[in-house]
């Protein structure tokens, strides 16, 4: 596992929205949306990355990122060893076929005017696969079975589906291209409970049968344990732990992943009655206008001296320290080696900034 | 053909065409079977106007001006003694295909820029819009008769001007829409797939802002037909002796007192014209858009 | 005014509602009975479509008139609430059962501050001259943990968070110190670590208030965390009822037992790739135009345990043994 090159790994990745003002011809700058701010990531062949946060820390944005579909405003991002950053736009847009999105909302990521064989076929269409009238109509039939579709249904529009159909219909259109990273951006977020179980053995499935690697994202702390190998925490545009996702999720090492765990509810009265739920005060600041220091210091229950004075890295924690500590310091020179580990960026497990 | 379209569209069309299906669904709605013959009489009477004309548009009658309508003159005669139901006849040609063409202009002239202004922003967006805002900013005739001013009296130059003076219209209308599917997540996904722009553009963005358009489509069409009988009134448009349904109309006036014909049936060809176009065109956009297009032909939704 | 003996305070009873569609009518709550208790948590849970906040609309008269059939009983606090016309009905939103909505969003007008529109609901119940209401309006800000509750009053819905917002929107719900909160998938919008504050907010409120509370959901964690009794909703029906011990530790019915299975758990500790996939049930709810004869559940059912299922509504039964826990399955899963 250790030896093969990530298939793609982000690196000092920062994506700022600069908010301007609306007058004409002087759209000058009012604020920035720092919304990924200084991110190391990578995602390895064949596995599953989950990236959880609450809304507004910029995993959403990570994600496109990472499929240049937003450009970052700094940092690289390398897609099976070669930095995106350097490939024209046709280049760049024939390596779309090897990344694919799912999209969160199934009601607004169809094209409501066109038909869901028109919606699925049109990256084979843009790629130029599987030419021709009649081997594409077979392509399309093919996807729409894969992901439990009935292929006579190609030519209705998405509104005449349900939001757990209209969901395969993203998926059946994410891998037409046949991709080898797909991002799912909250692929289950805005489905029914057991519409979201059925898509998530279907998205478990397809990895399994077509050997995907994805970026699982999602707010919902229990849906990332059920799929994902690693688990990313990310807070006001940054990781603040990252590690294999039962050592992530089972023995939290950074404050705000110990909520986010402790304020999940467990299906059971006897779990949540047994529960010491760390309830925390206050809200997310704004990502326009983040903390000094540590950017969890404002609602953290664990805060002290260094806090406000320096900004955490990730650190090695727990049991992973025979890694080797100091490869993880300055994680944009770190290599998949060190970062195998279960880290975190919290100066309780040592003052690095 | 009524009843043709309401057997057939039970029939499992699968692999009917979509204009096919269009034209069928339309049909199913009594006012736009309504509008579609009033279009179609208007369109025939525009192109055979000669033939189906009981007299010609400059025949005088001596000594029979501003007759009242009568078996002979069914809407009366005017100042000069010419059958109005006759020049009505005429005029629908030049009402139709100044309407027409000029709307023409400004909806692919009006529609690209919104299209671009919307789409691209920044910049580009800028300066059409500002242009675009200029030209809004005159009064729609004073700008239209400066135009003709430059360009010359006559029929085809006043279609071109108002064509330009209805442009700014479709540009707000088309950026309007596009600004909000610009941001939709459909653009994105397709965006994701490896779609460039033009394709972004003519397959999706497009499709999904043709609905104000449609409408906007009809409503300029009105405008259009009296913004020519206005200009043909201070002499630009159309020139006498050739009748235009805004030329009667303008003239009419002036006669409104002795003779209330010559005003009136110009005027309900424009209205009868107009409404055609908006009922026709309401439906043409609840047909085309494919949420509507289930609820009419009866399929549920969340199947 | 309370009930001495300690009596529900609202009683449904064979709740009944109907939609004129184009297509036919569509019955979406069939036959819905329960309890509130001062001072309990009912939870209704069910899936989109289950009729779970249709019933609830019902209750407060807020279903559109012309095409809603609404039949059954309701009686809060004596007094029959089906079947009362919009004047009467208004008497009883906010001042006896009050309610809160997902979307703090959007359930907020837009142009008005919140204290404008929280003097304005406090007025609603109880003519107070406005600086007094407004000082209530300050307090009730403070009990529903805004800081600085003075200068919020002046906020605009858009500068506050989600969080804050939902808390504002208890404010208003709290207005008319009502006797029954209805929450309708009240933190559904909110993320996990503000959804603790606001269940935190409302046990306690409810608490202080000994409010009767109805917690509509299809969440089951936060169900188990906060109800007293849980009502499964399936097709209009209820499917399953008990204490939230017996239906999360006994489940019986099949879609019950389909919707904990199919809920992923954290505290699981096997890695991702050796646990079991979730378990699903195929297909969709049945459409409520063409309600499907005997269980609504039939075509999605793993069990089918009997030839009656097909044909013959299972009746909702008490489990044997389980005192208050009934089920509406023919079927008897082993080892209950």
């Known amino acids: 596992m250790a030896g093969e090159p990530p298939l793609v790994r982000a690196s000092g990745l920062h994506v700022h929205f600069p908010m301007r003002s609306q007058m004409p011809f002087r759209r000058s700058v009012t604020e920035v949306v720092r919304a990924v701010d200084g991110v190391d990531l990578h995602v390895r062949r064949g596995e599953t990355l989950g990236l959880v946060g609450e809304s507004g820390c910029g995993k959403s944005t990570l994600g496109q990122a990472l499929v240049r579909l937003i450009d970052p405003s700094a940092g690289t991002v390398e897609f099976d060893g070669v930095d995106t950053a350097t490939l024209s736009a046709s280049a760049l847009r024939s390596l779309r076929r090897r990344m694919a999105v799912i999209f969160q909302d199934p009601f607004a990521s169809l094209d409501p005017r066109r038909t869901v064989g028109d919606t699925i076929g049109e990256p084979l269409a843009i790629h130029g696969l599987h030419r021709g009238r009649r081997r594409r109509r077979a392509r399309i039939g093919e996807l729409m079975e ?100 039962p050592s992530v999720v089972d023995d939290p090492q950074h404050p705000y992943t110990e909520a986010l765990v402790s304020a999940v509810p467990a299906p059971s009265p006897r779990k949540e009655r047994a529960r010491d739920r760390i309830v925390l005060g206050g809200d997310i600041p704004s990502p326009a206008a983040p903390p000094s220091g540590c950017r969890f210091r404002t609602r953290c229950p664990k805060v002290f001296d260094p806090c406000p004075h320096y ?22 020179t770190g290599d998949a080696d060190a970062a195998q580990g279960h880290q975190a960026a919290c100066h309780l497990h040592g003052v690095r900034g | 053909m009524r009843d043709e379209a309401l057997d057939a569209l039970p029939v499992e069309g699968k692999h009917r065409s979509r204009w096919v299906e269009t034209l069928l669904l339309l049909g199913r709605n009594p006012m736009a079977l309504v509008s579609g013959a009033v279009l179609f009489a208007l369109v025939v009477v525009a192109v055979f106007g000669a033939a189906v004309a009981p007299y010609g548009y400059n025949e005088q009658f001596a000594g029979g001006q501003l007759e009242a309508p009568s078996g002979q003159h069914w809407f009366g005669t005017d100042e000069f003694g010419r059958d109005v139901f006759s020049r009505v006849l005429f005029g629908a040609e030049v009402s139709l295909r100044v309407g027409l063409v000029a709307v023409g202009i400004s909806l692919v002239a009006g529609v690209l820029m919104g299209l671009l202004a919307g789409y691209f922003g920044r910049w580009l967006d800028d300066v059409l819009m500002r242009f675009s805002d200029m030209l809004f900013a005159f009064p729609a005739m004073l700008m239209a008769i400066a135009i003709l001013a430059i360009l010359g009296p006559g029929e085809n130059n006043a279609m071109i001007a108002i064509g330009i003076v209805y442009t700014p219209i479709f540009a707000r209308v088309t950026r309007a829409s596009v600004l909000s599917v610009r941001e939709e997540i459909y653009i994105r996904a397709s965006r994701a797939s490896g779609a460039g722009n033009t ?105 | 005014m309370r009930d001495e003996q300690g009596g529900p305070v609202l009683s449904v009873r064979d709740l009944r509602v109907a939609f004129r569609t184009p297509r036919g009518l569509a019955r979406v709550v069939n036959g819905l009975s329960y309890d509130v208790e001062p001072g309990r948590t009912l939870a209704i849970v069910g899936e989109s479509g289950s009729g779970k906040s249709v019933g609830a609309l019902a209750l407060l008269g807020l279903l559109p008139g012309d095409v809603a059939r609404i039949s059954g009983s309701a009686v809060f606090d004596g007094y029959e609430l089906i079947g009362r016309d919009e004047e009467e009905m208004r008497a009883v939103r906010g001042a006896g059962v009050g309610m809160v909505f997902q979307d703090p969003a959007t359930s907020l007008n837009p142009v008005l501050t919140v204290g404008r529109q929280l003097v304005e609901a406090l007025r609603a119940h109880a003519s107070m001259p406005k600086d007094v209401a407004r000082a209530r309006a300050e307090e009730l800000l403070a009990e529903v943990g805004i800081p600085d509750p ?93 204490s939230v011990d017996a239906l999360f530790e006994r489940p019986v019915h099949p879609y019950t037992r389909g919707l904990l299975g199919a809920t992923p758990v954290v505290d699981d500790p096997r890695p991702a790739r050796e646990r079991d996939l979730l378990v699903t049930m195929p297909g969709l709810p049945p459409d409520p135009v063409e309600l499907p004869e005997g269980c609504a559940f039939y075509p999605r059912c793993p069990v089918r345990a009997d030839v009656r299922c097909r044909t013959e509504e299972p009746p909702l039964a008490s489990v044997a043994g389980d005192p208050g826990h009934r089920a509406a399955t023919f079927y008897t899963p082993e080892g209950v």
């Open chain 3, 150 to 242: 003075r200068s919020r009053l002046e906020a605009y819905p858009h500068q506050l968070s989600g969080g804050m917002r939902q808390r504002v929107m208890i404010a208003i719900a709290l207005a008319g110190q009502p006797r029954v909160l209805i929450a309708d998938e009240a933190t559904t919008a909110l993320d996990v670590t503000v959804q603790a504050q606001i269940l935190d907010l409302l046990m306690r409120l409810q608490k202080e208030h000994s409010t009767g509370v109805i917690w509509i959901t299809h969440d089951l964690g936060v169900v188990a965390g906060i109800a007293d009794h849980v009502l499964v909703m399936y097709a209009g029906r209820c499917v399953e009822e008990g």
């Open chain 1, 311 to 332: 900004d955490p890295v990730l650190q090695p924690v727990g049991g992973d320290d025979a890694l080797g500590g100091d490869d993880a310091v300055g994680g944009d």
């Open chain 2, 199 to 303: 394709r972004v553009l003519a397959r999706h963005v497009l499709p999904n802002v043709s609905a104000p358009i449609i409408v906007q489509t009809t409503v300029s069409l009105a405008f259009a037909i009296l913004s020519e009988a206005a200009l043909s009134f201070v002499g630009l448009g159309t020139q006498p002796p050739d009748p235009s349904w805004g030329r009667m109309l303008s003239e009419g006036r002036g006669f409104i007192e002795q003779a209330w014909w010559m005003a009136l049936f110009p005027g309900l060809a424009i209205f009868v014209t107009v409404l055609a176009f908006n009922v026709l065109g309401d439906a043409l956009r609840d047909v085309l858009d494919p949420r509507q297009r289930s609820a009419l032909s009866g399929k549920g939704g969340g199947a």
């Open chain 1, 146 to 245: 894969v992901v439990g579709l009935d292929p006579d249904h190609r030519g209705r529009y998405p509104h005449e589906f349900s939001g757990g159909q209209r969901q395969r219909v993203g998926i059946a259109r994410a891998l037409a291209g046949e991709p080898e990273f797909v991002v799912c951006d909250e692929p289950i977020a805005s489905l029914d409970v057991s519409v979201q179980a059925q898509v998530m053995n279907l998205l478990v499935r397809l990895q399994r049968d077509f050997g995907l690697t994805y970026l699982f994202v999602s707010h919902d702390l229990a849906a990332v344990r059920q799929v994902a190998d690693r688990v990313a925490v990310m807070y006001l545009g940054r990781i603040v732990e990252i590690g294999a996702a």
